[in-house]
C-alpha cells in the first residue's frame, strides 16, 4: 500500500479514529454525511490538524508529525483557495517554485499542466476572472503538477453548478486515472464517488461504519445513512425463516429464508400507497402517516411515518389521485419478494 | 426614513459641523496668500516640512519592520497573555504624548535604562536628536499601523496559508508570498494612517528631542514657535500640514470613509 495511515483525531467531544490504506493508482472515496470528520480527515493527512495517536506512513516515509510542507501531498480544496493575487500560472507554478525550480523551469512545469487541463490560454489571468470549472481544473493542476504520492480532493465538485458538474467531473476522472500516486476523493455526493472511485470507505461520528466496492455498498447497505445515500428503505431486525422482527415490535415478511440479525432493504420505489387497507397478495401492509412529500427525479418521494419510517416513489399522477399531502392516513403495502434481507 | 430631524438635534448637529469646520475655513481665509509663494521657499519652513517629510517617513519604516511581525504575532500565534499584549501596544493611542516623551527620556536618555548602556557601548544618544525624533514619531504612530495590520489578517482568509504550506512554502515564505500581498491594502493604509500621526507629533518629539532648529525641529513644533514671532509663517504652516491632511483623507476615502 502506498499510504497506510491510522488516523486518530479527538477535538473535544468529537473523536476520528479512521484507518486508509489506498494502493498506488487507487481512488478511494471518503463518504461520510456533515459533521462525519471527513474534513477533519483530509487536514489530518495533509499535516494542518495534528493527529492524536496513530500514523501516517506514505511511500515507505513516516509523516506522523511532519510539517505540511514536508508532506509529499497535493490537496484540492473545497472552494480552490487559488490565491487571488497571483495569475494562474503563477498559481500553479507556486508549488514547483516551493519544492525548489527555478522560477522558468517552474513556469514551464505549470504551462505544461495548463495544457493538460486545455486552460493554457487562461496562463496570464487572475482566478477571480475564472468560472468555477476552469477554478476547479485550475485547483487541480496546481495539486498534481508537483507530482505528489497523495492526492487529496475535498469535495472537488460541490462548489459547481450541475452542468459543470457532469463536464469536470468527466475531465476530474480522466485525470485521476493518469495520477500514478494514491488519491483520496472525500465526497458526500455518491454520484461522484460511483463514477470515480475504485473502493469506498463510509465514516459517521468519526468512524468507520462500511468499506468495499460500488457493488457490495449499493447491495448491502449498513446504516441508515448509506441507504438513503443508495436510495434504500433499510431497517435492523431478527430474522426467523420468512418473517423478520424490528425492533419496534413490526413484522416484515421477506422472500428468502433467513435466521438471526439481519438487515432488510428494499427501494423507495417498492412502496406502494393506498387510500383503505388492500386485500388479497401476501404484502406487508401498514398504516402511515405523510410526513413531508419532495420531488424526485421524475417522481414524487413521500416520506411516512408509522409504525415504521419509510420512503416511497409515487408518479405525480397517482399522487394527485390520492391526494398525498402531509397529515393524511395512507396504507403503504411491500411485496414480500421485493425485499432484501442479508446478515447484520 | 424620511422625516423631519427634531430641532432639539438640528440645531446642535449644525453647531457641531460649524464647530469643526470654521477653525479651517478661518486658516484659509486668514492666510497670506499674496506671499505664500515666497514664504514657502523661506529656508526655515523648507528646512521644517523636509525634517518633518524625512523623520515622518523613517518613523513608518521603523513602524513596519516592527508592527507588521507584531501585528502577525497577534493575529496568528496563539501564546499566553496574547490580550494582555495587545492592551499594551494600544497604550501609546491614549498616552498623552508628553508622557510618552518623558518615558523615552527616562528609557532612552543619556542616563536612562538603555540609553546609558547606548551611549557608554557604542556612543549612541538618541535624545534631542534627528534619530530621537524617529523614535518619539514611531513610538506614538505605532499602534494606529499594528491595528490597521491586524485587522487586516484577522479578515484575510488563514486556509490562503494553509494552501500555500501543502504546496511545499515554509511559514516564512508563506508570509512574504501569500500572507502580505493578501494584506498589502491594510498594510497601505496602515502606513498611511501611522506616517500621518508621525508627521502631526509634537509633544513625544519636543519633550524627548526637543525644538533644534534643522535637527529637530519638525513642523508642528515650528508652528508652535512661530506663533509667538511671525503668525503668518505659522499659519503658512499649518495651512501645510492642513492640505497633507486632506490628501491622506483622499486616499483613505476608499476604506474610512465611504459610507456603509
Known amino acids: 500500500m502506498l499510504l497506510d495511515a491510522h488516523l486518530i483525531v479527538e477535538r473535544g467531544a468529537f473523536r476520528l479514529d479512521l484507518p486508509l490504506s489506498v494502493a498506488r493508482g487507487e481512488v478511494v472515496a471518503l463518504l461520510g454525511p456533515n459533521g462525519a470528520g471527513k474534513t477533519t480527515a483530509v487536514r489530518a493527512l495533509a499535516g494542518l490538524t495534528p493527529l492524536t495517536s496513530g500514523h501516517i506512513r506514505l511511500d515507505g516515509a513516516v509523516l506522523d508529525s511532519a510539517s505540511p510542507e514536508q508532506r509529499p501531498i497535493g490537496v484540492v480544496f473545497q472552494d480552490y483557495l487559488l490565491f487571488p493575487h497571483l495569475s494562474v500560472v503563477d498559481n500553479v507554478a507556486f508549488g514547483p517554485r516551493r519544492r525548489g525550480l527555478s522560477r522558468r523551469a517552474a513556469q514551464a512545469a505549470a504551462m505544461a499542466w495548463l495544457h493538460r487541463v486545455g486552460l493554457a490560454e487562461l496562463a496570464s489571468k487572475r482566478p477571480r476572472e475564472l468560472s468555477g470549472g476552469q477554478a476547479q481544473r485550475v485547483a487541480l493542476a496546481r495539486a498534481l503538477v508537483t507530482d505528489p504520492a497523495l492526492l487529496l480532493l475535498d469535495e472537488p465538485l460541490s462548489a459547481l453548478d450541475a452542468r459543470t458538474r457532469i463536464d469536470t467531473r468527466a475531465s476530474l476522472l480522466h485525470h485521476l486515472r493518469d495520477h500514478a500516486g494514491a488519491t483520496l476523493l472525500v465526497t458526500h455526493d455518491p454520484l461522484d464517488a460511483l463514477v470515480l472511485a475504485d473502493r469506498f470507505v463510509i465514516i459517521e461520528d468519526g468512524v468507520v461504519v462500511q468499506t468495499g466496492d460500488a457493488a457490495s455498498i449499493t447491495a448491502h447497505p449498513r446504516t441508515d445513512y448509506i441507504a438513503r445515500l443508495v436510495g434504500l428503505n433499510l431497517y435492523r431486525g431478527h430474522a426467523s425463516g420468512h418473517s423478520v422482527t424490528l425492533a419496534a415490535g413490526f413484522v416484515l415478511a421477506i422472500a428468502e429464508e433467513q435466521s438471526g440479525d439481519v438487515f432488510v432493504a428494499f427501494p423507495p420505489s417498492a412502496v406502494a400507497l393506498f387510500p383503505d387497507q388492500p386485500q388479497g397478495t401476501p404484502r406487508n401492509t401498514w398504516p402511515a402517516t405523510i410526513a413531508g412529500v419532495h420531488r424526485h427525479g421524475d417522481y414524487l418521494r413521500i416520506q411516512l411515518d408509522g409504525p415504521i419510517g419509510a420512503a416511497a416513489d409515487v408518479t405525480p399522477a397517482a399522487a394527485a389521485q390520492l391526494h398525498l399531502e402531509p397529515g393524511r392516513p395512507v396504507w403503504a403495502a411491500v411485496k414480500a419478494s421485493e425485499t432484501r434481507a442479508y446478515p447484520a | 426614513m424620511k422625516q423631519k430631524a427634531p430641532l432639539a438635534l438640528l440645531l446642535p448637529a449644525l453647531l457641531g459641523l460649524v464647530f469643526l469646520v470654521l477653525p479651517l475655513l478661518g486658516l484659509l481665509l486668514r492666510a497670506p496668500w499674496a506671499t505664500l509663494g515666497t514664504r514657502l521657499t523661506q529656508p526655515a519652513i523648507r528646512q521644517a516640512l523636509l525634517l518633518s517629510l524625512q523623520t515622518a517617513t523613517l518613523a513608518t519604516v521603523l513602524c513596519l519592520v516592527l508592527g507588521v511581525p507584531l501585528a502577525w504575532m497577534l493575529a496568528r500565534v496563539e501564546f499566553p497573555g496574547r490580550r494582555i499584549v495587545r492592551a499594551l501596544v494600544m497604550v501609546p493611542l ?16 543619556r542616563r536612562g535604562l538603555i540609553g546609558s548602556w547606548l551611549d557608554q557601548t557604542f556612543g549612541i544618544t538618541l535624545p534631542f536628536t534627528t534619530a530621537g525624533v524617529v523614535v518619539a514619531e514611531a513610538f506614538v504612530a505605532m499602534p494606529f499601523l499594528v491595528i490597521a495590520v491586524e485587522g487586516a489578517l484577522r479578515g484575510a482568509d488563514e486556509r490562503y496559508e494553509e494552501a500555500a504550506a501543502t504546496l511545499g512554502a515554509s ?7 501569500v500572507t502580505l500581498p493578501l494584506v498589502a491594502p491594510g498594510v497601505a493604509a496602515g502606513a498611511v494612517l501611522c506616517w500621518a500621526r508621525a508627521l502631526g507629533e509634537f509633544g513625544a518629539t519636543i519633550t524627548f528631542a526637543g525644538n533644534f532648529p534643522g535637527r ?35 486616499t483613505l476615502r476608499e476604506k474610512w470613509v465611504s459610507s456603509p
Open chain 2, 94 to 109: 491614549v498616552l498623552p504624548p508628553v508622557v510618552g516623551g518623558v518615558a523615552l527620556l527616562l528609557v532612552l536618555g
Open chain 2, 216 to 250: 529637530t525641529q519638525t513642523m508642528p513644533l515650528a508652528v508652535y514657535l512661530a506663533l509667538e514671532t511671525d503668525l503668518d509663517a505659522a499659519i503658512v504652516l499649518s495651512l501645510i500640514l492642513l492640505a497633507v491632511s486632506v490628501g491622506i483623507l483622499a
Open chain 2, 171 to 177: 511559514r516564512w515564505t508563506t508570509f512574504t508570498h
